[in-house]
């Protein structure tokens, strides 16, 4: 199973304080060295974290790149022209704090997909674990889907897992390959990893909130060692 690391919440850092680190470039270089197996970045309309300079930046790193989006005319264009590995669509709200649901997929999106497909751009949509919307997306032609993993892990338990393994056991059945995401951390990451045929995993805010804590120390350290 791959790893997509998320390096949104490090652009959101940046933009708490308007300055020009941390970059999310740098973070990306880090979390390959860590062993990531490619890189995930959202590109909003409002581009409150990720801008398209970063876009561009990330794209030149020796490492897979899958661009999360919403299925614009203007985020088509850039997707186009950068060609991410990857995109995956998803739904976007401005005032949102972070993708809340999955996408609701109807025909319209069919013309993104079409066109991103044809520039040999892999497209995935990310959709609740809904046996409807699997069975859409199939129709709509993508090759992948990503399953929101966000109820799973606010809820837990068996009923919200189960779903997520009927929803993956339909999909493979229908052809198409699938990733997961959203809201899963070293707790809750468990019973997904159990269920058979999810290719990869994207995660952001549980690792990058990890990696507060295992790296203050030192930081405070080098300070106090200034100091001195
Ligand atoms: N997958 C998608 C489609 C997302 O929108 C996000 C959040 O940006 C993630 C995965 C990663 O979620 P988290 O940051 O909660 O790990």
């Known amino acids: ?25 740098e973070a990306a270089k ?13 590109l909003r309309e409002d581009r409150r974290h990720i801008n398209d300079r970063d876009l561009k930046r990330l794209r030149q790193l020796p490492t897979r790149l899958d ?3 919403a299925a614009t ?4 264009k850039i997707a186009l022209k950068i060609k991410p590995d990857m995109v995956t669509l998803v739904p976007e709200k401005r005032r949102e704090v ?6 609701h997929l109807t025909s319209k999106l069919k013309k993104t997909i079409d066109k991103l ?26 090759r992948f889907i990503e399953i929101h993993t966000g109820r799973y892990s606010r809820r837990l ?23 997961a995401g959203h809201g899963i951390d070293y707790n809750n990451i468990g019973p997904i990893l159990k269920i058979p045929g999810i290719e990869e995993l994207n995660i952001g805010f549980s690792i990058i909130v990890r990696a507060v804590f295992v790296g203050i120390r030192q930081a405070v350290e080098e300070m106090r060692e200034a100091i001195r």
């Open 1 to 25: 199973m791959r790893l997509g690391v998320n390096v949104d919440h490090i652009a959101t850092l940046r933009q708490a304080r308007l300055e020009a680190f941390p970059d999310p470039v």
């Open 30 to 42: 880090e979390c390959i060295a860590g062993g990531a197996d490619g890189i995930v970045c959202h």
């Open 67 to 69: 661009m999360e989006m």
């Open 73 to 76: 005319d203007e985020m088509l």
């Open 98 to 103: 972070t993708t809340e649901g999955g996408l």
């Open 117 to 142: 497909q044809d520039k040999g751009i892999d497209v995935s949509l990310f959709i609740d674990p809904d046996l409807k919307q699997v069975e859409e997306a199939a129709v709509l032609g993508a």
């Open 157 to 179: 338990g068996d009923r919200e897992i189960r779903k997520i393994g009927t929803a993956v056991q339909k999909a493979r059945l229908i052809g198409l390959r699938i990733n």
